[in-house]
């Protein structure tokens, strides 16, 4: 047996392998001062084929308990039950054997022995309990309720007439002090604690010079436990409505704790996964992104199921998908055919400019023809002075009146 607080295991061991064995309990261990009870009860080795004589006074058994001081001794037919009390602490052996009732002399019968653990501190545990139970040891939820419980293992009444006081430490940063070995709390965060609680129990007790003193005798306990929380739901964060080929981005927060094994899978109608549907992936956060990028427009649904230590949960998110206004096979030709024609225009622009330039340089008046057709054509609009203009004017134009008529002068 295991005590928080005070860890000592009686160590049990058969000695004799006959046809019977001597099998051996305690309440110990024990905080010194305190009474013991060892029982020893003889059984047959056989499975039950050999039948025990039935005689009061067949068997004897021999104690060997030294220092340990004997309180009382008790003998039934096939068992023995002795009292012991440890005023020291230690790991004190005792050892117990069987011989026939008139030959004390005789080999044993059967022997067996055990280790008594003996401290100078309180011995007992924590209890935490919950209303709700998890299938995982020490695993308990957030945000509900715990009862703490010191039990004080005291079978023989020694502390019946002390007092106790408690100091409690929940880990969390919460301290409390009480009277009663019982406590109620709520931790509101998911993570590992250990609570702690420091037992000290006080009593009068007669002194040998016949007054009274006070006794005190403390012990420190412990126990760990791993808060989880549920997991409630999943928030589902991303666009209802996009475009083919467009990514899209959706961001899922869990209201639980992590981890997390999470799967998920587009599908036409909102159905819960089957097993086996999807891959699962582990999530150490409370948050995680998916990213799909839709090349055929429709409808569809993101099935999600998550899952955690203590529960697991569905959701579904709604899409639709439009296509695309202009679709990347529809545009990369156009835009290839008309960067290739700029580039092409750029080219002639400037091989036309050189060869102009060049001509320019090497041809600097016209060829006469090319005059004649300027003159031709543009007229008066290319000579070079206003007189030639009024020359070619006359020439043309001689049955015209003058363009300057002389002004009369009248006398009055």
Excluded at 18 to 26: D, P
Excluded at 303 to 322: C, F, M
Aim: glycine share 6%; proline share 7%; net charge neutral.
């Amino acid at each position: 047996m295991e005590y928080l607080g005070a860890t000592l295991t009686p160590k049990l061991e058969k000695v004799d392998s006959g046809l019977y064995e001597l099998q051996l309990t305690t309440d110990g261990p024990a905080t010194t001062g305190a009474e013991v009870t060892i029982t020893a009860s003889l059984v047959a080795d056989d499975n039950g084929s050999l039948v025990l004589p039935t005689s009061t006074h067949f068997y004897r058994f021999h104690w060997i308990h030294t220092p340990l001081m004997l309180m009382g001794k008790t003998d039934e037919p096939f068992s023995s039950t002795i009292r012991v009390v440890g005023n020291v602490a230690g790991d004190f052996p005792v050892s117990v054997w069987v011989t026939a009732a008139n030959c004390r002399m005789c080999r044993p019968m059967a022997r067996s022995f055990l280790v008594l653990p003996i401290t100078e501190f309180l011995v007992g545990s924590l209890v935490v309990t919950q209303n709700t139970s998890l299938p995982w040891p020490s695993s308990y939820l957030t945000k509900t309720v715990l009862r703490v419980a010191f039990l004080l293992h005291d079978p023989s009444n020694f502390f019946k007439t002390a007092s106790f006081l408690y100091r409690w430490d929940f880990g969390d940063g919460t301290q409390l002090v009480t009277n009663d070995a019982t406590v109620y709390y709520n931790y509101s965060i998911i993570g590992t604690f250990t609570i702690k609680v420091k037992v000290v129990a006080q009593w009068e007790q007669a002194m040998p010079d016949a007054g009274k003193g006070t006794m005190q005798k403390t012990g420190d306990f412990s126990a760990s436990l791993k808060l989880q929380e549920t997991l409630r739901g999943i928030q589902v964060v991303g666009p209802t409505l996009i475009q083919t080929f467009q990514k899209m981005i959706v961001t899922l927060n869990f209201l639980g704790s992590p981890p997390l094994s999470v799967c998920w899978r587009l599908k036409p109608e909102c159905l819960p996964l089957e097993a086996g549907e999807c891959q699962p992936v582990s999530v150490d956060s409370t948050a995680y992104n998916l990213t799909h990028t839709f090349r055929d427009p429709g409808d569809y649904c993101f099935s999600i199921r998550a899952e955690n230590v203590i529960s697991k949960t569905h959701q579904y998110h709604r899409i639709q998908v439009w296509p695309s206004s202009i679709q990347p096979a529809v545009f990369a030709f156009p835009c290839a055919t008309l960067i290739t024609m700029m580039l092409a225009f750029i080219m002639y622009m400037t091989l036309r400019n050189a060869a102009h330039h060049k001509d320019l340089v090497e041809n600097p008046e016209p060829p006469t023809g090319v005059r004649c057709c300027c003159q031709m054509c543009c007229g008066p609009f290319l000579l070079e002075t206003p007189s030639e203009y009024l020359e070619v004017v006359r020439e043309n134009h001689g049955l015209l009146p003058p363009l300057y008529k002389s002004v009369k002068t009248y006398t009055v």
